[in-house]
């Protein structure tokens, strides 16, 4: 009976039915996301990041576990095939920084993309397959929510490429790039500007150089209303000349107090929407309604299905023991 409460080993944070959780995998994960964070944290601070990183990782395993007792382990195939998605903007030494930057090896990045993989997998069998939305389900959301449908005003479906010369302690772009002043911005969106000209994907050179918050959706801004678009003439003007798919030159971006240029942006426009109520028989309005609808009901049965694995596996954390004691 002692021996079923013998104390971990020192290298080990958490168990998951009886698999270790080491506490260098949690340390690797708890640096690469204070990475960019310019001021240290304190002791406290260090611990609440480290148990809610920890906290993922029990929920990751358990989601592995699963996937493996239903044969659904990602397969080095797979693996492999996203390695070489994820790779193609890339040049071979520019993906090698990448790994630096977040300190992990080819071996550890593979490892993570399969543990994404397989639970990609595992939902999409789970979850995703058994969400169906119905007809009936559409008709009686847009009834009850047809005012939502109905446009006061003409809006704008844009997409953005900024860059800004001012000081950041960060950056959001994939290739962790930031103009260093003005004239550097000038002369990165401009470059940004050339590469589109010759064919380059907008969003692909969004996700690697923006330097807004948008970076991360390929510059996706959603839809943006007229009078809202309006408050920026010169960006109005631009973009109210376009066709959906085109994209402006460069324009810049001013503090609308004091009117200093800040940055320099490049917008596409993705699509133009007229005032007025959308019918039920748009195709737009029912694949909206429908995609809400499914990510709803989805979100929920995934919440529910967290739980229910969490409640079937014995866990253990050691790490939340130490910090108790």
């Given at each position: 009976?002692?021996?079923?409460?013998?104390?971990?080993?020192?290298?080990?944070?958490?168990?998951?039915?009886?698999?270790?959780?080491?506490?260098?995998?949690?340390?690797?994960?708890?640096?690469?996301?204070?990475?960019?964070?310019?001021?240290?944290?304190?002791?406290?601070?260090?611990?609440?990041?480290?148990?809610?990183?920890?906290?993922?990782?029990?929920?990751?395993?358990?989601?592995?576990?699963?996937?493996?007792?239903?044969?659904?382990?990602?397969?080095?195939?797979?693996?492999?095939?996203?390695?070489?998605?994820?790779?193609?903007?890339?040049?071979?030494?520019?993906?090698?920084?990448?790994?630096?930057?977040?300190?992990?090896?080819?071996?550890?990045?593979?490892?993570?993309?399969?543990?994404?993989?397989?639970?990609?997998?595992?939902?999409?069998?789970?979850?995703?397959?058994?969400?169906?939305?119905?007809?009936?389900?559409?008709?009686?959301?847009?009834?009850?929510?047809?005012?939502?449908?109905?446009?006061?005003?003409?809006?704008?479906?844009?997409?953005?490429?900024?860059?800004t010369g001012a000081p950041s302690p960060q950056t959001s772009n994939?290739?962790?790039?930031?103009?260093?002043?003005?004239?550097?911005?000038?002369?990165?969106?401009?470059?940004?500007?050339?590469?589109?000209?010759?064919?380059?994907?907008?969003?692909?050179?969004?996700?690697?150089?923006?330097?807004?918050?948008?970076?991360?959706?390929?510059?996706?801004?959603?839809?943006?209303?007229?009078?809202?678009?309006?408050?920026?003439?010169?960006?109005?003007?631009?973009?109210?000349?376009?066709?959906?798919?085109?994209?402006?030159?460069?324009?810049?971006?001013?503090?609308?107090?004091?009117?200093?240029?800040?940055?320099?942006?490049?917008?596409?426009?993705?699509?133009?929407?007229?005032?007025?109520?959308?019918?039920?028989?748009?195709?737009?309005?029912?694949?909206s309604i429908r995609q809400g609808l499914r990510d709803g009901h989805?979100?929920?049965?995934?919440?529910?299905?967290?739980?229910?694995?969490?409640?079937?596996?014995?866990?253990?954390?050691?790490?939340?023991?130490?910090?108790?004691?």
């Amino acid at each position: 009976m002692a021996g079923c409460h013998r104390p971990p080993a020192p290298d080990v944070v958490a168990t998951v039915n009886g698999k270790d959780i080491l506490r260098a995998d949690l340390e690797r994960y708890y640096k690469a996301s204070i990475a960019d964070n310019p001021q240290q944290p304190s002791a406290d601070q260090e611990n609440i990041v480290r148990l809610n990183i920890l906290k993922q990782m029990i929920e990751d395993e358990i989601l592995q576990q699963r996937a493996a007792k239903l044969n659904l382990a990602a397969s080095d195939e797979d693996v492999n095939a996203k390695l070489t998605e994820i790779k193609a903007p890339y040049t071979q030494e520019e993906f090698n920084k990448q790994l630096q930057q977040r300190n992990m090896t080819i071996d550890d990045f593979k490892r993570d993309l399969r543990r994404s993989l397989t639970t990609t997998k595992l939902l999409n069998k789970e979850i995703e397959s058994k969400v169906n939305i119905t007809d009936a389900e559409i008709n009686s959301y847009f009834t009850a929510h047809k005012a939502d449908y109905n446009l006061i005003e003409p809006r704008y479906g844009l997409a953005r490429i900024m860059v800004t010369g001012a000081p950041s302690p960060q950056t959001s772009n994939l290739q962790n790039n930031k103009a260093s002043g003005d004239a550097d911005a000038k002369k990165k969106i401009q470059t940004l500007r050339n590469r589109l000209e010759s064919g380059e994907d907008f969003s692909t050179l969004a996700m690697q150089f923006s330097e807004d918050n948008t970076a991360a959706n390929g510059g996706d801004m959603g839809f943006v209303l007229e009078s809202q678009l309006r408050t920026d003439p010169e960006a109005y003007n631009a973009i109210s000349k376009l066709k959906p798919g085109q994209y402006t030159d460069v324009l810049s971006i001013a503090d609308p107090s004091s009117r200093r240029i800040m940055g320099y942006a490049i917008y596409k426009l993705i699509s133009r929407e007229p005032a007025g109520q959308r019918d039920l028989n748009d195709p737009r309005v029912q694949q909206s309604i429908r995609q809400g609808l499914r990510d709803g009901h989805a979100q929920l049965l995934k919440n529910a299905y967290f739980e229910k694995l969490h409640d079937e596996a014995k866990v253990h954390n050691y790490l939340a023991d130490e910090i108790l004691k």
